[in-house]
């Protein structure tokens, strides 16, 4: 299997992501989705974790080998910041979802961007916005933000415009489109229910 297959592959054995075309999800957005992908279950157990953080450092190598920040959102990415930031023995931050209203009121915090080269750690990848704020308090912080990284993607329209528009770039170590060809050779879901999750996706 490929990287993105094998990441794919982690996430279903843990629990992480559920296609369930016939019981569907409430997204926090109101949206109801045949799929939902929670990789905070991926902190919990050592063997996904430790495979994630590998798959990471080897996309951050090829991409960014000059990285000299790994900078994680909150609160999602800040765990698997974490980890790679200790396997690749580089500095750490993470960028605050508000402005803190004591001390120093800083929205980064842990290592210095400034004239820094950073690889910005997200755990999923909807729309894309939320992604692209975070990235857009590293520029203004005076970070060069080298990419976006994330685990997973639904592979929605949206986020690659949002992405085009806002100058940031992103990969992912896994897909819908990976997940799904997964599912469909390990027998979890039929070529009926693939095209219904498809679907749904391409419809957003």
């Not at 919990?44 to 090829?62: D, M, Q, W």
């Not at 770039?169 to 879901?189: H, M, Q, R």
Request: aromatic share 6%; proline share 3%; net charge negative.
């Amino acid at each position: 299997m490929s990287s993105s297959e094998n990441v794919a592959k982690a996430l279903l054995d843990i629990g992480a992501v559920k296609i369930q075309p016939d019981d569907p999800f409430t997204w926090a957005s109101g949206i109801i989705s045949p799929i939902y992908c929670d990789n905070r279950q991926i902190i919990g157990n050592v063997e996904a974790r430790k495979e994630i953080v590998k798959y990471f450092v080897e996309k951050i190598e090829k991409i960014s080998p000059d990285a000299e920040v790994v900078a994680g959102t909150s609160t999602a990415g800040i765990p698997h910041a974490s980890f790679i930031s200790d396997a690749m023995e580089l500095p750490m931050s993470y960028v605050r979802g508000s402005k803190k209203k004591h001390g120093t009121g800083r929205l980064i915090e842990g290592a210095s961007v400034k004239g820094k080269k950073v690889v910005l750690i997200e755990d999923l990848i909807s729309t894309g916005g939320s992604s692209i704020e975070a990235a857009e308090i590293l520029r203004e912080e005076g970070a060069e933000v080298e990419i976006v990284l994330a685990i997973f993607s639904y592979q929605l329209e949206k986020a690659h415009d949002n992405f085009e528009s806002s100058g940031f770039k992103y990969e992912t170590l896994s897909d819908l489109d990976a997940l799904l060809d997964v599912s469909i050779k390990e027998n979890l879901l039929t070529k009926e229910e693939r095209s219904e999750v498809v679907q749904f996706r391409d419809s957003l």
